[in-house]
């Protein structure tokens, strides 16, 4: 080649690389350890799994603040609505993106309180066979675009050898068909710890990079185990922290005994180093899990605890930037309460000792959790009441439940890092004892919808003729209240129609669920339709005595809709509030023409 040649050559390859909207994404396995290459460099995996994709207005702050902990790529497990945006945002700040294409699970009761036939269901599995096509279809040319993550946990989440079959044969038919509209990217497809192994290496060939979610030490094994396989695939640890409560042995009355902060900053810190970015087969990790929540998972695994840095934020700047903690989390030295059963509402002593390297101003407050009942309840944290002073020593009163109760003390900082320890009580109220349904308690006004977001019960309960139905939960073309309104269409000029908005979702009342609303007075929502003269009958309760988990209440009443909004209030200070799985339900028929009726800010008070 002459060097007139060779120049152009150049240029065209440098005009490619750095302009082209499309990166390249290649595996490349030199002296047997394995690279990911995006546009031919390496690229080592920082990652963290995101939990922020609707708080869309504060993606340059997170963005930003990802940057500043060595973050180069994060984990989604589906798309939705905001993907777009989500990915304009990460390739803004030169971040990359496993994009998630979400497999149903198959089992009630386990993750996502999903239950998806793989050996019947084709009519289903054709269903995300087409959204899975059509997302690659659609997010294949943009940059951010890093790999495909194809399923998460769902062998997991089943039964039978035989349904595991059918998922693995259709997850191939999947994969195989993504690589062949879309040959820049690799395809990854995520289990729990090995158990997808033995079934993606028989079944599954178009998968090119093993995700494997690992929590602990463990992690530190999974090369060992593809080894013994004889698998020669590079791995990416698509899920890692500290050990979960699932793998946890040790208890104290009945709770699991967490890990304290320092195992968990140092976990993440030294697991890194030691456990990951030594192994030849793994591409690098993705750290569960950059986000904020208040409830039983928060505190052990998130970034941010009610908004507060907990050792996962500051793990993971060490982990990937090798730089110090800003500000240190306030140190517990000590967290102990009285060993004996312990009857409720009675105060008891606290036994504490905390250190705080900068030596500021703390906050101390006191919560609860425990770990029986529904999915939602058993995550619930509920405040503690409390008094006294780190000087003078602290009092807690005993909540209103019995059997094994998690108790935790948070210590905030003026910098809101919050370090938290946590100890297990036993405790006895016969009240709670004998209550029938094991739900979370909600605090009122409890609403049911309330513009569009945070949804406690889910719109899955499609009666009628529901294939003529469609249900918009932001809807923007009439509104009451806020930015968004419920939109149920009906598309048909005969027939009826129903919808419930259910919790677990998907669920007719075998899976417990639903929530204690007990102290409700009132239970109220506005309503309109597209004209007038509209009936729809509506209001909450549906689930019969003949299923193991029914509704312990029922209001509706049929009603004339107008075509302006209005308030409609039912009084249900008598009612048994004590399980509602069903928190909004309404039936209408069509008589000629289509419906279209708007429901908002429905609300227990």
Same mark, same amino acid.
């Given at each position: 080649?002459? +060097?007139?040649?060779?120049?152009?050559?150049?240029?065209?390859?440098?005009?490619?690389?750095?302009?082209?909207?499309?990166?390249?994404?290649?595996?490349?396995?030199?002296?047997?350890?394995?690279?990911?290459?995006?546009? !031919?460099?390496?690229?080592?995996?920082?990652?963290?799994?995101?939990?922020?994709?609707?708080?869309?207005?504060?993606?340059?702050?997170?963005?930003?603040?990802?940057? &500043?902990?060595?973050?180069?790529?994060?984990?989604?497990?589906?798309? #939705?609505?905001?993907?777009?945006?989500?990915? =304009?945002?990460?390739?803004?700040?030169?971040?990359?993106?496993?994009?998630?294409?979400?497999?149903?699970?198959?089992?009630?009761?386990?993750?996502?309180?999903?239950?998806?036939?793989?050996?019947?269901?084709?009519?289903? @599995?054709?269903? @995300?066979?087409?959204?899975?096509?059509?997302?690659?279809? @659609?997010?294949?040319?943009?940059?951010?675009?890093?790999?495909?993550?194809? #399923?998460?946990?769902?062998?997991?989440?089943?039964?039978?050898?035989?349904?595991?079959?059918?998922?693995?044969? $259709?997850?191939?038919?999947?994969?195989?068909?993504?690589?062949?509209?879309?040959?820049?990217?690799?395809?990854?497809?995520?289990?729990?710890?090995?158990?997808?192994?033995?079934?993606?290496?028989?079944?599954?060939? &178009?998968?090119?990079?093993?995700?494997?979610?690992?929590?602990?030490?463990?992690?530190?094994?999974?090369?060992?185990?593809?080894?013994?396989?004889?698998? =020669?695939?590079?791995?990416?640890?698509?899920?890692?922290?500290? *050990?979960?409560?699932?793998?946890?042995?040790?208890?104290?009355?009945?709770?699991?005994?967490?890990?304290?902060?320092?195992?968990?900053?140092?976990?993440?810190?030294? !697991?890194?180093?030691?456990?990951?970015?030594?192994?030849?087969?793994?591409?690098?990790?993705?750290?569960?899990? /950059?986000?904020?929540?208040?409830?039983?998972?928060?505190?052990?695994?998130?970034?941010?605890?009610?908004?507060?840095?907990?050792?996962?934020?500051?793990?993971?700047?060490?982990?990937? *930037?090798?730089?110090?903690?800003?500000?240190?989390?306030?140190?517990?030295?000590?967290?102990?309460?009285?060993?004996?059963?312990?009857?409720?509402? *009675?105060?008891?002593?606290?036994?504490?000792?905390?250190?705080?390297?900068?030596?500021?101003?703390?906050?101390?407050?006191?919560?609860?959790?425990?770990?029986?009942?529904?999915?939602?309840?058993?995550?619930?944290?509920?405040?503690?009441?409390?008094? !006294?002073?780190?000087?003078?020593?602290?009092?807690?009163?005993?909540?209103?439940?019995? #059997?094994?109760?998690?108790?935790?003390?948070?210590?905030?900082?003026?910098?809101?890092?919050? !370090?938290?320890?946590?100890?297990?009580?036993?405790?006895?109220?016969?009240?709670?004892?004998?209550?029938? /349904?094991?739900?979370?308690?909600?605090?009122?006004?409890?609403?049911?919808?309330?513009?569009?977001?945070?949804?406690?019960?889910?719109?899955?309960?499609?009666?009628?003729?529901?294939?003529? @139905? &469609?249900?918009?939960?932001?809807? +923007?073309?009439?509104?009451?209240?806020?930015?968004?309104?419920?939109?149920?269409?009906?598309?048909?000029?005969?027939?009826?129609?129903?919808?419930?908005?259910?919790?677990?979702?998907?669920?007719?009342?075998?899976?417990? #669920?639903?929530?204690?609303?007990?102290?409700?007075?009132?239970?109220?929502?506005?309503?309109?339709?597209?004209?007038?003269?509209?009936?729809?009958?509506?209001?909450?309760?549906?689930?019969?005595?003949?299923?193991?988990?029914?509704? +312990?209440?029922?209001?509706?009443?049929?009603?004339?809709?107008?075509?302006?909004?209005?308030?409609?209030? $039912?009084?249900?200070?008598?009612?048994?509030?004590?399980?509602?799985?069903?928190?909004?339900?309404? $039936?209408?028929?069509? $008589?000629?023409?289509?419906? &279209?009726?708007?429901?908002?800010?429905?609300?227990?008070?």
């Amino acid at each position: 080649m002459n +060097t007139s040649k060779t120049s152009i050559f150049s240029i065209l390859l440098l005009y490619f690389c750095c302009f082209s909207t499309n990166a390249q994404v290649t595996l490349d396995k030199k002296d047997a350890t394995w690279r990911l290459l995006v546009n !031919g460099q390496p690229f080592v995996v920082k990652g963290a799994t995101f939990g922020h994709e609707n708080d869309v207005v504060n993606y340059d702050a997170y963005f930003k603040d990802l940057q &500043s902990l060595g973050v180069n790529t994060l984990r989604t497990w589906a798309t #939705g609505k905001n993907t777009k945006k989500f990915l =304009d945002a990460a390739h803004k700040y030169n971040i990359k993106v496993m994009v998630g294409i979400w497999m149903r699970h198959g089992r009630p009761g386990m993750e996502d309180d999903d239950s998806f036939d793989y050996l019947q269901d084709m009519e289903g @599995m054709e269903a @995300m066979y087409e959204t899975s096509i059509r997302v690659v279809e @659609m997010y294949k040319d943009h940059p951010a675009v890093l790999t495909w993550g194809v #399923g998460n946990e769902v062998y997991l989440n089943m039964a039978t050898d035989a349904e595991k079959e059918a998922y693995s044969k $259709f997850l191939e038919r999947v994969c195989s068909d993504i690589k062949k509209i879309d040959k820049n990217h690799p395809i990854s497809s995520t289990e729990a710890w090995t158990f997808g192994l033995e079934w993606w290496q028989k079944y599954v060939p &178009s998968v090119d990079i093993y995700g494997l979610n690992c929590y602990g030490a463990g992690a530190n094994f999974l090369q060992e185990e593809l080894k013994k396989r004889a698998i =020669d695939k590079p791995y990416i640890i698509t899920e890692f922290n500290v *050990t979960g409560e699932w793998d946890i042995k040790n208890e104290k009355n009945g709770v699991k005994v967490e890990p304290s902060d320092e195992e968990k900053y140092n976990t993440i810190v030294d !697991g890194y180093h030691n456990w990951i970015q030594n192994k030849s087969q793994c591409l690098g990790v993705y750290v569960f899990h /950059y986000a904020n929540g208040n409830d039983f998972g928060t505190p052990w695994l998130f970034t941010h605890h009610r908004g507060l840095y907990r050792p996962t934020y500051w793990g993971i700047r060490k982990a990937y *930037t090798r730089k110090e903690p800003t500000n240190a989390i306030p140190k517990i030295k000590t967290f102990e309460l009285p060993e004996t059963t312990l009857e409720s509402h *009675t105060w008891i002593p606290v036994s504490l000792e905390v250190l705080d390297a900068e030596n500021e101003d703390l906050t101390v407050s006191f919560f609860y959790n425990q770990r029986t009942g529904s999915r939602k309840r058993r995550s619930q944290i509920n405040k503690v009441n409390s008094k !006294g002073s780190l000087k003078d020593g602290f009092e807690i009163q005993i909540p209103k439940e019995h #059997g094994a109760v998690k108790v935790y003390v948070n210590v905030q900082d003026t910098f809101n890092n919050v !370090g938290i320890a946590s100890t297990g009580i036993k405790v006895n109220d016969e009240d709670a004892k004998n209550k029938k /349904y094991l739900v979370p308690k909600v605090t009122l006004p409890f609403y049911v919808y309330k513009d569009g977001n945070d949804l406690p019960y889910m719109p899955t309960g499609y009666m009628g003729n529901y294939k003529a @139905m &469609s249900v918009d939960t932001q809807n +923007t073309d009439e509104v009451h209240a806020g930015n968004y309104a419920i939109k149920i269409e009906y598309k048909e000029r005969s027939g009826w129609y129903g919808l419930a908005f259910v919790d677990p979702k998907d669920d007719w009342g075998e899976t417990l #669920g639903g929530y204690e609303i007990e102290g409700a007075k009132k239970f109220s929502f506005w309503a309109k339709a597209n004209r007038d003269g509209v009936t729809a009958t509506i209001g909450f309760g549906l689930i019969d005595n003949d299923k193991p988990f029914p509704d +312990t209440a029922k209001k509706s009443k049929k009603l004339e809709l107008t075509s302006e909004w209005k308030k409609y209030t $039912f009084k249900i200070k008598r009612e048994n509030l004590s399980c509602i799985r069903s928190g909004l339900v309404l $039936f209408s028929s069509s $008589f000629g023409f289509p419906l &279209s009726i708007y429901i908002d800010e429905v609300v227990f008070e």
